[in-house]
């Protein structure tokens, strides 16, 4: 039995496997252009983030309806259970399928259909996270949140991804300032590829309560010592890093000092499809290469529990807990 935990940094739309891309895509009478699945593994060959996005946009061509949506998830789920995930926070880019023509409706009820039913069939709670597209304009980010009215009952909080660099959290002081009116709860990517200084704005402007990735607040001593200071946890996705090359080698992933300076870490798997593994996967990569102790594992595990949005059921983050205590490796 895999060690149980949550997953907080997943992009529905990165748990798109070559397989169902394919499906999908003969099901909408889509073209790819690759000739089969080893043709499109073959472009997964990433030298950052931005060249990873190039095909992570492209490949959504294939999600056209909300059975598409809910097929993705679902599948996404099954994988994620078998590797020990119990409750998953997942994100999902409405901005990216609106410019497509397929409507906030159509995405919000097709992963509806695979979340609403998720506990049942999988044995995994759910929340959804709406990202904006840090490379989209502020007021599209706006626009969106105006268009989610309707889905908010559905929607836990707000997230901002895509193309970080010359993209600060500053530009989203709005959409933030607005989605916290609403009773949404908060979180950015800030320090995969950009400077400690997002971080520390993501913090201060737009008010969030964990940061995706964080790498880079290693860079600055007192933003490290804000972060441990203040509990604000990191969402980290170890085997992404090396796939978008921001580390050499997992061997030089800084993970190890990141928990031995106090940092409340998670791992977490980002676009699992595109960077080789699941949640599980990445706990096993930090376990083999990293060589962290059960005592940390078990950490990783507790901290992905304590970092979940679980306020609204503090039984069920308890009894997540107790599973984490009792595991035995
Ligand atoms: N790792 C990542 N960073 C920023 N935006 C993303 N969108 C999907 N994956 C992402
Ligand atoms: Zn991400």
């Known amino acids: 039995m895999p060690l149980p935990k949550a997953e907080l940094h ?70 994620a259970a078998a590797q020990g995930v119990r409750h998953a926070e997942i994100f999902f880019d409405p901005q990216a399928h609106i410019a497509r023509g397929v409507s906030l409706g159509t995405v919000v009820e097709g992963l509806w259909r695979a979340l609403g039913s998720s506990e049942r069939n999988h044995g995994v709670s759910t929340k959804l996270i709406m990202c904006f597209l840090r490379d989209e304009s502020a007021d599209s980010a706006l626009e969106t949140l105006q268009a989610a009215t309707p889905y908010l009952d559905r929607i836990t909080g ?24 609403l009773g949404l709860r908060r979180v950015a990517h800030a320090g995969e590829e950009g400077p400690p200084a997002y971080i520390t704005e993501a913090l201060d402007v737009l008010g969030v309560e964990r940061v995706d990735h964080g790498l880079r607040c290693m860079e600055d001593p007192e933003l490290v010592e804000r972060l441990v200071r203040e509990r604000v946890p990191l969402t980290l996705c170890p085997l992404s890093n090396v796939r978008l090359r921001a580390v050499e080698t997992l061997a030089e992933h800084p993970l190890p000092a ?45 901290n992905s529990f304590l970092a979940a949005f679980l306020e609204d059921d503090e039984e069920r983050r308890a009894r997540y807990l107790a599973e984490v205590a009792a595991y035995e490796f």
């Open 10 to 79: 997943l992009h529905v739309e990165g748990t798109l496997e070559p397989e169902l891309a394919f499906t999908l895509a003969a099901r909408n009478g889509v073209r790819l252009p690759y000739a089969d699945t080893d043709a499109l593994r073959t472009a997964y060959r990433f030298k950052d983030l931005q060249s990873f996005l190039n095909l992570y946009y492209e490949l959504m061509a294939v999600l056209r309806t909300e059975q598409d949506f809910a097929d993705l998830a679902n599948a996404y789920l099954a994988r």
């Open 158 to 181: 707000i997230g901002l991804d895509s193309a970080e660099v010359g993209h600060p959290p500053l530009k989203f002081r709005e959409v933030y300032q607005a989605a916290a009116a």
């Open 258 to 302: 990141m928990l031995d300076a106090g940092l409340l870490c998670t791992v977490n798997s980002d676009d699992p499809a595109y960077f080789g593994g699941y949640a599980g996967d990445n706990f096993d990569a930090v376990r083999d290469t990293l060589h962290l102790s059960e005592d940390r594992l078990r950490e990783l595990a507790r």
